[in-house]
């Protein structure tokens, strides 16, 4: 059991995500940043689809009451067991009694704690992700509140090996500028041919609108080709007939503000979206916090799918290094 | 011409017309429905929407340009002319021009077209109707058809099955609102949509619904194998009710004993699109039978 | 008598606010007298306002932050003078 003593700004249970419900309009939720995610089940042993603690920019104070095992990956908020600071991407020892805490964010914006075992929390939809819009999964469809207790799950296969540590290779690091890589389509034909240059052309500031559901871009407007609405669309040029929005595709509602639809966000609307950022870079985005910039890159299908490659790879090897 | 587009490395937007009409949803449903069948290994979700739809699915698995091969070939080998849909048709009882939805769109008119005048007052005027009466009127007199599901949970877009010329259209709000209530009925482009749950929105908002689109705990009868009712191909019947009957509908949604009126169906694209004054005529008799 | 000033930190990035809200006053003005839990503004991000509260009691000596100016993580907001007999 762990308990919660502060909660932190926004600290939620996520998992590998709720699959396969899109056409209903279920968001798929889960870990924002999967890298991360992924390589804190692996350093406790657990398996690939157990729920972590996912904590956004503020951590949360917690006590243990068992002896566990820990790790804690993702954005670097150093953080502290019994006021002492502890290593991230390393296997670490709890002991019933010990108190977890966090200092203030240098980098990045989401740690995940991953716990032997995984939190026990039901599963609704095949997954235990926190989805707060409905209220649906996590510990009663909400963030976690003082006062919360936490059981520990048994979704683990391996036993963990205390002091075991991720190549600093494999550790990624997070400044305040970022690249993120996306593949222009979609409704892009309705942005003229200038806004679109313009739109990889400038650095976009981080709003302070950015959480699970989306993040908005400050940054110049864009302009849309000019027509006779299509039947059905609306009357605002970036209006189209209602479609599906992909994860990580991006829109620019009036060409005034744009926003990448991430984890929690709405499944389709009336925006004509313009990109989609590419699945390795979606745990970027999930490191990124308001008030940093962000340029948006061009690039093909084939090397998104490179990107991919290389991610699944990285995992791999630390899948195997750990097993050793 | 049908535009095949990459939404990333995990997703495949087909868009079959930029322009709204029974014929294309119609087509969107038939190749979505002939995909589903063929239950191709790698596809994560099958997404039909109103105009186009959308494919996701794991790239390790397949490759989107031989997915992209596949759902070309679907285009030109699925018609409408041999779909058959199995829906059912429902009752949907809304209250119209209520006090809360009033109180709601009331906060935002800042965001809106015509400030000093309510959504249906506002949304009756710019479809030549003389009165909102006569725009409720016209939006109850025809059934829809569940042409998209999305947004949030379950939330259906609902196309009317009427010619063209008598389509209802409206814009969306010139900024969303930042609230809208949970069954929220509204009207945004040619569409109609209850909102399932609470939360930012921005098209016209007309009244509420008296019954759930999304129920979390899967109480009632119509709850028992999704959280949420509206199917894709379902044809929803919006009818204008008293507050005294949304009232005694309430009491037996909480109490957890309301079930939806509802008739199956099976029809063509052929009959809806020949004759839907003929089609709308049948829905309405069967349902109430 | 003693004196120890300590700086308020920004413990998220976010747009800061001294005000509760834009028609009201500001929490505190320089000089003002501060007790332990006193609010000293707010950052607002991800569609949630996250109270700054006095860690320390004391005189709210400067505001090193503008109202309504993006912050960092870390960001000195203000400084506080503890002050002891």
Not at chain 2, 161 to 183: A, D, G, H, L, N
Not at chain 2, 234 to 258: M, N, P
Request: negative net charge; charged residues 25%; glycine residues 8%.
């Amino acid at each position: 059991m762990i308990h919660v003593i502060h909660p932190g700004l926004q600290t939620t249970i996520q998992d590998g995500g709720r699959i396969g419900f899109y056409e209903v309009g279920m968001p798929p939720s889960g870990a924002m940043d999967k890298y991360s995610y992924a390589v804190s089940n692996l350093l406790v042993g657990n398996n690939e689809n157990a729920s972590t603690l996912e904590i956004t920019y503020l951590g949360p104070t917690l006590e243990f009451k068992v002896d566990t095992v820990i790790a804690l990956t993702g954005g670097d908020i150093p953080p502290k067991i019994n006021g002492e600071l502890v290593p991230m991407w390393e296997t670490l020892e709890i002991k019933a009694g010990d108190q977890l805490s966090f200092d203030f964010v240098k980098s990045g914006a989401r740690v995940y704690l991953a716990i032997a075992g995984g939190i026990d929390v039901p599963q609704i939809m095949g997954s235990r992700s926190t989805y707060t819009l409905c209220g649906i999964g996590g510990l009663e469809g909400r963030s976690l509140q003082a006062g919360d207790k936490l059981e520990i799950g048994t979704d683990n296969e391996r036993t963990p090996i205390v002091g075991a540590r991720i190549e600093d290779k494999y550790i990624p690091t997070f400044t305040k500028k970022h690249e993120i890589r996306v593949v222009l389509g979609l409704c892009s034909y309705r942005l003229t041919e200038e806004s679109k240059e313009r739109f990889f052309a400038i650095d976009w500031l981080v709003t302070p609108e950015a959480n699970r559901v989306g993040y908005r871009f400050s940054g110049e407007r864009l302009n849309f080709v000019d027509r006779e609405q299509p039947f059905g669309a609306g009357s605002n040029p970036s209006n189209v007939v209602d479609l599906g929005y992909p994860i990580g595709s991006i829109q620019v509602p009036d060409g005034v503000e744009p926003i990448a639809l991430l984890n929690d966000a709405v499944t389709g609307g009336g925006y004509a979206t313009i990109a989609t950022i590419i699945s390795s870079d979606l745990n970027k985005m999930g490191q990124i916090k308001t008030n940093e910039s962000v340029r948006f890159v061009s690039v093909s299908i084939d090397e998104a799918l490179a990107a991919r490659k290389v991610v699944k790879n990285q995992l791999e090897e630390i899948k195997q290094q750990l097993n050793r | 011409m049908a535009r095949y587009e990459y939404g990333g490395d995990e997703f495949i937007f087909v868009e079959l017309s930029e322009e709204m009409s029974l014929e294309v949803n119609f087509q969107a449903m038939a190749i979505t429905e002939e995909l589903r069948k063929e239950n191709q290994p790698g596809i994560v979700d099958i997404c039909p929407s109103n105009a186009s739809y959308m494919v996701r699915f794991d790239p390790d698995k397949i490759h989107p340009d031989e997915l992209i091969a596949k759902l070309k070939d679907l285009e030109q080998t699925v018609s409408i002319n041999d779909f058959e849909i199995s829906a059912r048709i429902v009752d949907v009882p809304i209250l119209f021009d209520d006090p809360w939805t009033n109180e709601a769109l009331m906060r935002f008119r800042d965001r809106h077209q015509d400030p000093t005048s309510t959504d249906l007052e506002y949304a009756a005027r710019i479809n030549g109707f003389e009165s909102k009466e006569e725009l409720i009127k016209a939006i109850t007199d025809s059934p829809y058809l569940v042409s998209m599901i999305g947004f949030v949970p379950g939330l259906p877009w609902c196309y009317q099955m009427v010619p063209r010329e008598q389509q209802i259209e409206v814009p969306k709000y010139v900024r969303p609102r930042t609230f809208t209530p949970e069954r929220a009925f509204g009207f945004g482009g040619a569409f109609a949509v209850i909102y399932p749950v609470q939360g930012a929105g921005g098209y016209q908002l007309f009244g509420t619904s008296a019954t759930p689109i999304f129920e979390k705990d899967q109480r009632s009868y119509d709850f028992k194998d999704s959280m949420t009712f509206p199917r894709q191909g379902d044809v929803f019947r919006y009818r204008s009710i008293t507050l005294e009957e949304y009232e005694e509908i309430r009491k037996q949604v909480e109490e957890g004993t309301f079930r939806y009126l509802t008739k199956d169906i099976t029809f063509t694209p052929k009959t809806v699109l020949e004759d839907p004054k003929g089609f709308s005529e049948d829905v309405l008799r069967r349902l109430y039978a | 008598m003693m004196s120890e000033s300590t700086k308020v930190l920004a413990a998220i990035p976010g747009m800061f606010y001294r005000k509760p809200s834009p028609e009201e006053d500001v929490y505190l003005n320089e000089g003002d007298k501060v007790e332990v839990g006193d609010i000293i503004g707010l950052i607002e991000v991800m569609k949630t306002f996250y109270e700054i509260k006095a860690e320390k009691a004391g005189i709210l000596e400067s505001f090193l932050t503008e109202h309504e100016t993006m912050v960092d993580a870390g960001q000195e907001l203000a400084i506080l003078t503890e002050q002891s007999e």
